[in-house]
């Protein structure tokens, strides 16, 4: 890992910005201006309908015939959101390219501190940032201030997301070198629901990774039609996708010695085991699901051949066992579980400030 002062961008780049869009034409133009309007960049915006029903499209159309940069795909009929996001990457023309939800929003400058971090750093395929999460408008953010950029070699970057079993980034603060994406091919229509967390680590295997520390990159809307609101609530079953998402290292396609990816692969089902023992006992702690706590303790058996699981199985369990017997938790317990609730308070700000936790 090296730690850089960031150079500016000495000419244009060029940069395509791909929007998928499914019943989202209330926020399409928002997320294009959002685009159009990044300085020191030459964007071109390809938006790719897919089959909504909403007048989407319309909308799409619309602002195509405003700005000649913007190019519009319309799906005949309805594809999924993996099969979207492919169409849309498979038509860049610029020599950075990123995915932005038709609901989300890029932060002004975003593109070219993204491609300027890229240009001074051949070997780097991705970039990430700091995203900023709203409801209605985007918080106002400093357009000055501190700024460095983290550059991590791209086995060592999968080596910490596999210790923490986590997905570092949300996903429209990512820019992508087009030579990358080109050469990792597309995203997995078997992991509907983690197929971004396997794509950074297919593109980390063969590329290095850098972050932008500092400024935000992009604002991604919260509300109730959000995809991972709707579909990924359950602890269990997003711990499940993570471990799918990992399970490329598995692949004697990916690069990098076999011994090394097995080593990977175990960090991250034990990151997960861990994961899921403190998420269950949480639950409980707190009077919660004993079913939602008790399918976590299944995760926790199917990685039976992860060292210490039986432990935290049999733990889980017996603290299930005696919620059911209508007991409360210990003084002890409950000590823990603040003692846990702080750690995590730290790690979500060294995540803001580094990326990582």
Request: with cysteine; charged share 20%.
């Amino acid at each position: 890992m090296k730690l850089m002062r960031p150079v500016p961008l000495r000419h244009h780049a060029s940069v395509s910005v791909v929007v998928p869009c499914y019943n989202y034409g209330r926020y399409l133009p928002d997320a294009v201006a959002s685009a159009l309007t990044q300085d020191g960049v030459d964007v071109e915006v390809i938006v790719v309908d897919d089959a909504s029903t909403d007048g989407s499209a319309a909308v799409a159309w619309r602002l195509a015939a405003g700005d000649p940069r913007i190019s519009v795909v319309l799906h005949e009929s309805n594809q999924g959101h993996i099969a979207t996001y492919n169409d849309g990457l498979s038509r860049a023309r610029g020599r950075y390219v990123t995915l932005l939800s038709a609901d989300d929003l890029l932060a002004p400058g975003a593109l070219a501190r993204a491609a300027a971090l890229m240009e001074a750093n051949p070997e780097v395929g991705m970039v990430y940032g700091l995203p900023r999460d709203f409801t209605d408008q985007p918080p106002q953010t400093a357009t000055r201030g501190r700024s460095s950029w983290t550059v991590w070699g791209g086995k060592s970057w999968i080596t910490l997301a596999c210790a923490r079993g986590r997905n570092f980034i949300l996903s429209p603060e990512v820019v992508m070198r087009t030579e990358a994406v080109l050469g990792i091919g597309a995203y997995s229509a078997t992991l509907p629901h983690s197929g971004d967390l396997e794509y950074w680590l297919r593109a980390a295997s063969s590329w290095d990774v850098g972050r932008i520390n500092g400024p935000v990159q992009a604002f991604y809307r919260v509300h109730g039609a959000n995809m991972h609101q709707m579909e990924f609530p359950a602890a269990a079953v997003d711990l499940q996708h993570r471990l799918d998402a990992f399970r490329v290292l598995e692949d004697p396609r990916c690069p990098g010695s076999p011994e090394r990816r097995v080593r990977q692969l175990q960090r991250a089902k034990r990151a997960l085991s861990k994961e899921a023992a403190q998420l269950g006992l949480q639950e409980i702690t707190r009077g919660g699901s004993v079913e939602a706590a008790t399918e976590l303790r299944k995760f926790i058996e199917c990685l039976h051949e992860v060292r210490g699981n039986i432990h935290r199985a049999n733990a889980l369990q017996a603290r299930i066992a005696r919620a059911s017997r209508g007991k409360g938790p210990g003084t002890g317990r409950a000590a823990a579980q603040y003692v846990h609730t702080q750690l995590d308070r730290v790690r979500w700000r060294l995540w803001a400030m580094t990326g990582i936790s």
